[in-house]
């Protein structure tokens, strides 16, 4: 896999992408690209094709759109010292969420499809192999805040926009996959939330739902908009949804359980196996 | 004695290769993927896709190569086991082969290290002998924090052979050993014919909070990095997602010169679909609260936090970037939830 390296024209070959795209979707789409991006790649940045990637690279991080799908993200290289990991902008969640909602959607995130923020928080920690359980309090590295998208409130499963600053006001990291969602889908969406308001309709649909997976109908659902994810590289899916997530009888993984508006079983294309099995070995 | 031992072994090593990066080292590429859906205990969906989407996006660009894969019934107990260790063990073939970078599996897990008794400090928690115990944050009364007890009980990945019956292969306590070579050095009898410097096990409960010793250690044999899924709160646990796996390989595909374990922790923020954790958030591919992370063991805290916090994708395929030994635990998580403000530990 080759990799080009290119020192000029950055900004042409990130701004091909477009940003906000003016559309008739129901649902707006906005790429985040390196020029409404304030993540610091730091000094010698230059352009990295590889495949379908376009990096800008410097000796602080890279800025990485996948030109399929229009996602991007940001990291930073590997500290040279454990010592150099980022400081926390704030001990406050709320103060940064505040930071990063009036970035991002300064940066073109559509406001009207942002319903709230909530975090994520990294932590780091260590002690010696001796004792037998850990017992040293784990310190904050870093908040970072998404926001979380809805079309006429209907939650959407699969975008995302989040950021993390350090307490130099510097980003961390940030990645954003916001793309158009079809009016008829989220037409779809509005719909089927509103014919299971209806306790009536909603218990016929749940019958239908038992019947297709009987674990399914005591799990709390509700309505959402649901697409394939940010690296998929094959059509683009996006579908509404009666979605619920069914716990383990056994005490194993909790399954996501949608079904379409006919209470029948949905599974997107990114949730199939693609890969071919190796010859078994004797053990 | 064993312990003893390998850290000795380790200390002379360690007083040998000062510096992480050694020149000796040989190039480990391969990444292996398991995983395993069809269930007789509890059919899952999206396992295979999971591995399938990590692998393809890792190889998306170039630096690594395939190992094998399995899935389902071609998915045995013994490949995780170790070859020297257990009569019947296979991972040299599977799981751990020499010249494999990465190993990860999906599938289930056992959740039977969470416990219903309510506490209000970890002092409160009946005693279990040969475990460690931890109450854990599970909701507030008014302003008083009330837990739940649990306990280092072993951690399992649990696989389904012959489609009828499933089996646990227990990381914590049987004769697993993860990533031994000749960068690494013969660990617990394990010889030199591992290879994996990430382990990434995707399963139900992977590991209790805190309890981060007595349910990994074992599994540590020159394997830099092992990563996995940690439920904060009893009855919340992994969800069944198929975009965890490439969330991580997006890490490596946007900056090959990032970080591998902060790579995990931070690949919870681009994983979607899951449940809503007590305290806010989640979500991120867990059902409740929980948290993707990142365990490196080293001979001493330089090289462990190293390990765990500085370690990049092209380093990860040095032999000579190797654990050498026990001594220190370095630890990354990232919560889908704000467990600074809400930590999930009541002492």
Sequence with gaps: MKTEIKTFGLMLLFGSLAGTSPSNAGGIQYEHLADKSQFNVGAGGHLEVQGPYQRLRGDRGAFMVDTVTGATLATLNAPPSPDLLPEPLTQDPDEHSGIVREYLIRAGVPAAEVSGTHVTTTMKGGGSTQSAAMSSPSKLLWYTTHLERSIQGIPVEGSFAFAAFDSNGEVITEGVYWPAIPDSVVDEAVQLKQRLDSPSEKAAFLRSVEAARADAKDAAGEVKIVHTSAGHHGQFEVKAVYSTVVKSRTGGKASLVRFDSEAKGVAMADEKATGVDSPRKEK | ?347
Excluded at chain 2, 178 to 206: K, M, Q, R, T, Y
Aim: charged share 20%; aromatic share 10%.
């Design chain 2, 1 to 347: 004695m064993e312990l003893l031992r390998r850290g000795t072994r380790g200390l002379i090593a360690a007083a040998l290769c000062l510096c992480p990066l050694s020149a000796w080292a040989d190039a480990e590429t391969g990444i292996t993927i398991e995983a395993v859906d069809a269930y007789s205990c509890g059919a899952l969906s999206n396992n295979i896709a999971n591995v399938d989407n990590f692998r393809s996006r890792m190889l998306s660009i170039g630096g690594y190569n395939a190992g094998v894969r399995y899935t389902n019934g071609l998915v045995w107990p013994t490949d995780f086991t170790d070859v020297d260790v257990a009569s019947d063990g296979g991972d040299t073939w599977n799981f751990d082969r020499p010249g494999d970078a990465i190993a990860y599996f999906s599938g289930h897990g056992t959740c039977d290290d969470q416990t219903n008794t309510v506490c209000f400090s970890t002092a409160e928690c009946p005693d279990i002998a040969g475990t460690d115990k931890r109450c854990l944050l599970d909701h507030y009364i008014w302003w008083f924090p009330e837990g739940r007890c649990v306990y280092s009980r072993p951690r399992s990945i649990v696989v389904d052979r012959t489609g009828t019956s499933c089996q646990s292969v227990n990381y914590s306590t049987d004769a697993v050993r993860w990533g031994e070579d000749p960068g690494s050095g013969d660990w617990a009898g394990a010889a030199l014919n591992g290879g994996v410097n990430l382990a990434v096990i995707d399963n139900s409960c992977g590991i209790t909070p805190d309890l981060y010793v007595p349910e990994t250690l074992n599994a540590f044999a020159g394997v830099s990095t092992i990563a996995l899924i940690m439920p904060t709160r009893v009855g919340d646990d992994t969800a069944d997602v198929a975009n965890r796996g490439r969330a991580l390989a997006d890490r490596y595909v946007a900056n090959p010169w990032s970080a591998v374990g902060p790579s995990w922790t931070d690949a919870i923020n681009s994983v979607t679909g899951g449940g809503n954790c007590f305290f806010g958030g989640g979500g991120h591919g867990i059902d409740g609260c929980g948290a993707h992370i990142a365990l490196s063991v080293e001979v001493n805290e330089a090289r462990a936090e190293w390990a765990n916090g500085t370690e990049n994708w092209i380093q990860l395929r040095d032999d000579g970037n190797d654990s050498i030994g026990w001594g220190w635990m370095a630890w990354i998580y990232t919560c889908n939830y704000d467990c600074n403000t809400y930590p999930f530990i009541l002492w």
